[in-house]
């Protein structure tokens, strides 16, 4: 069973940066590929970026360039790193593994706004 928190969210101007950090728990962390998602309101959840027991990382097109996601597997921690946001940015941004499995933590909240 796999427990996530996530934190670090909050208000951002556009061209702002945040970085998101998800603590897991509750499975052997360094085998699982993890993902960033995020879910705007309404619109369905996306996975936003993942990154492999190994390291090899994919981004959705969206956030190529400015989204960087990376692991700690002796942390059982996974971090997010969002510059040049923009107000399309702003959603709820939560981790899982990849795919995902179990229960959804509550997610951060992301807003980018002037």
């Known amino acids: 069973q796999v427990q996530v928190v996530e934190s670090g969210g909050g208000l951002v101007q556009p061209g702002g940066s945040l970085r998101l950090s998800c603590a897991v728990s509750?499975?052997?962390?360094?085998?699982?590929?993890m993902g960033w998602y995020r879910q705007a309101p309404g619109k369905q959840r996306e996975l936003v970026a993942s990154v492999g027991s190994g390291g090899r990382t994919n981004y959705a097109d969206s956030v190529k360039g400015r989204f960087t996601i990376s692991r700690d597997n002796a942390k059982n921690t996974v971090t997010l790193q969002m510059n040049s946001l923009k107000p399309d940015d702003t959603a709820v941004y939560y981790c899982?593994?990849?795919?995902?499995?179990?229960?959804w933590g509550q997610g951060t909240q992301v807003t980018v706004s002037s």
């Open positions: 509750g499975t052997a962390f360094s085998f699982y590929a």
């Open positions: 899982n593994p990849f795919p995902p499995f179990g229960a």
